[in-house]
C-alpha cells in the first residue's frame, strides 16, 4: 500500500487507491485500456514501464493497486479468475515433494485443484480442521510449506483463528495462505493478523454484481510479491483490462454493500434458527456459532453467507432450493442479488467420497442486498 493512501478509511482507499485522473483528458475513472501492445520510444524505450499487456496494463495496475491498498499490502495481483491465482500461489511456491496443509471445509474447486491437478506432480496434502490450533500444528511435518486457510469457510461457515494459526506457522518456517474471499478486505484482514498471502475470488465480493470473473493475490512481502508477480508473467492466467474495471467499479461500493450483506442476513439466520424445518443454522454472527468469539475478535462483523440443514434429508433440501422464487437458485455468491444452491450436488461435487464431502442437508445462501423481509417471505414459503 503506498504512503498516499495509508493513513485513509476503508472506504476512501475503495474508492480512491489507485484510480487516478486520467492524465490527458482529467477523466476521474481510470480508462479501459484495452490493448495488447505499446509503442516505444526507442528499443527499450517504454512509457512508464509498459510493452505488453500480459506483463503489465494501466487499467488492471490501477486494480493491483486498489488491492494492495485494501488489504494493507506491498503487492496486489490480479488473475483471470480466483483459481488462475491460487494455480499461481502454488507453482511459484511449491515443488515436487512439498506438503501442505488445507482445511476440512474449503471450495470445492480448490480441494479439485489439490487433489487433481497439483498432487499429479508430487506436492502432497493433509487435510486439518483449521478451527482446532493443534489440528493444523500436527498436520504440519518436514516437508511442509503452505498451510491453507479459508475464513469464514465454504460452506459450511467455519472460523478460523488467523491470529492463532499464523503463529504455527511462523513456528514451522512455513507460509500461511488466507482465502478472504466471503468476507471481504472491508470485514477482514488477514495481512495484518500474520497471514503471508491474501487470496480471492474477486467474481464475488470485489466485483459484487453478478458480471465478471477474477482472482487476486495480495502479500505485504515485497520479495515474495516479486516473484508472485513473475510467475504471474510467465503463466500469463491475468485479468485483462475490462474485467479489471469492472472489478474497480465494484469495489467502490464494497463498504456499503458488506454492510448490507451483513445486516441482511443477520436477519435471515435469526430467523432460520426459529424454523421448524430448519435443524441446524451455520452462520458467525449467531452466539451459539461454536466460531462466533474468534470472528467477533477478527471480523468488523459477519457477513452475508449462511448455510443451514433442513429436516427431511437431501431431497428436502433440494426442494426447498426449487421452491425458491426472490432467491436465485445458481452457482457463485456475493452478488448484490441473493442466490439460494445445493453444495453437495453444485458447488461441492467435486469433494463426494473426500474428507471435505458436506451434508446432503446442507442448503447455502448468499444473502444480496433485497429488502430483507422479502427475502425472509421467500425463505419461508421455500421451507413450506
Not at 494492495?68 to 494455480?87: P, W
Not at 470473473?213 to 516473484?227: I, P, Q
Not at 452457482?331 to 458447488?347: A, K, Q, Y
Request: aromatic residues 6%.
Amino acid at each position: 500500500m503506498s504512503d498516499q493512501h495509508s493513513h485513509q478509511s476503508f472506504e476512501t482507499r475503495a474508492i480512491h487507491a489507485g484510480n487516478t485522473a486520467d492524465p490527458l483528458t482529467g477523466a476521474v475513472v481510470p480508462p479501459i485500456y484495452q490493448v495488447s501492445t505499446y509503442k516505444q520510444d526507442g528499443v527499450g524505450g517504454l512509457r512508464g514501464g509498459y510493452e505488453y499487456s500480459r506483463s503489465a496494463n494501466p487499467t488492471r495496475t490501477a486494480l493491483e493497486e486498489n488491492l494492495a491498498a485494501l488489504e494493507g499490502g506491498r503487492r496486489g495481483l490480479a488473475f483471470a479468475s480466483g483459481l488462475a491465482a491460487e494455480d499461481c500461489l502454488l507453482r511459484a511456491l511449491l515443488a515436487p515433494g512439498d506438503h501442505v496443509v488445507i482445511p476440512n471445509d474449503a471450495y470445492g474447486g480448490t480441494f479439485r485443484l489439490f487433489a487433481k491437478v497439483v498432487q499429479r506432480w508430487g506436492v502432497d496434502f493433509s487435510v486439518a480442521n483449521t478451527s482446532d490450533v493443534d489440528s493444523v500444528r500436527d498436520a504440519v511435518n518436514d516437508r511442509t510449506k503452505l498451510i491453507w486457510v479459508e475464513t469464514p469457510s465454504n460452506p459450511l461457515l467455519g472460523i478460523t483463528d488467523i491470529e492463532a494459526v499464523a503463529g504455527v506457522a511462523r513456528q514451522a518456517g512455513v507460509k500461511l495462505v488466507v482465502d478472504n474471499t466471503f468476507a471481504s478486505p472491508y470485514l477482514q484482514q488477514p495481512l495484518a493478523l500474520g497471514a503471508d498471502v491474501v487470496v480471492h475470488s474477486l467474481t464475488k465480493y470485489m466485483g459484487g454484481h453478478s458480471d465478471v470473473v477474477g482472482g487476486a493475490l495480495v502479500t505485504a512481502d515485497e520479495t515474495l510479491g516479486e516473484e508472485l508477480a513473475y510467475h504471474q508473467n510467465a503463466m500469463g492466467a491475468v485479468a485483462g483490462p475490462f474485467d479489471s474495471w469492472i472489478v474497480l467499479r465494484g469495489i467502490k461500493t464494497l463498504a456499503v454493500r458488506m454492510d448490507r450483506h451483513s445486516e441482511n442476513a443477520t436477519r435471515i439466520a435469526e430467523m432460520l434458527t426459529q424454523h421448524p424445518e430448519v435443524t441446524r443454522v451455520l452462520y458467525p454472527g449467531l452466539p451459539e456459532h461454536p466460531g462466533h468469539e474468534v470472528a467477533a475478535k477478527q471480523m468488523r462483523s459477519f457477513g452475508g453467507m449462511i448455510s443451514f440443514r433442513v429436516r427431511g434429508g437431501e431431497e428436502a433440501a433440494v426442494e426447498v432450493c426449487n421452491r425458491a422464487q426472490l432467491f436465485t437458485l445458481g452457482e457463485s455468491l456475493g452478488g448484490v442479488e441473493s442466490l439460494i444452491e445445493h453444495p453437495g450436488r453444485m458447488t461441492h461435487a467435486s469433494v463426494a467420497g473426500s474428507a471435505l464431502e458436506v451434508p446432503a442437508d446442507l442448503v447455502r445462501l448468499s444473502v444480496g442486498i433485497e429488502n430483507v423481509d422479502d427475502l425472509l417471505a421467500d425463505l419461508r414459503q421455500a421451507l413450506g
